[in-house]
């Protein structure tokens, strides 16, 4: 059985920074290429960034030069570093893994408030 769990989010203020995880059980993380998303209320989900197998990161535009992606294969997590944060940031963020995000965490909220 595959489980994917996100956690690390919660409240910021407008310009700081949280970070979330996304522990994976049941499949190596060295061996698929790992994606997080998000989606904001009444809005459609968004893909944030991937990183392949190999380790080679992408962004979507949106949150380039804010949002690092990076991974640790021993503790079989992947991280999601998020910097300058804006309420427009603000939705549940999902990890998932495969380029067809086969398998998808239960997602966490993330507010940015002041």
């Known amino acids: 059985q595959v489980e994917l769990v996100e956690s690390g989010g919660g409240l910021a203020q407008p310009g700081g920074s949280l970070t979330l995880s996304c522990t994976v059980d049941g499949i190596f993380l060295r061996f698929w290429d790992m994606r997080w998303h998000r989606q904001a209320p009444g809005k459609q989900r968004e893909l944030l960034g991937e990183i392949s197998i190999g380790g080679n990161t992408m962004y979507a535009d949106s949150v380039k030069g804010r949002f690092t992606i990076s991974r640790d294969v021993a503790k079989n997590t992947m991280y999601l570093q998020m910097n300058n944060l804006q309420p427009e940031d603000t939705a549940v963020y999902y990890c998932?893994?495969?380029?067809?995000?086969?398998?998808w965490g239960q997602g966490t909220q993330v507010t940015v408030s002041s």
């Open positions: 998932a893994a495969g380029k067809s995000d086969k398998y």
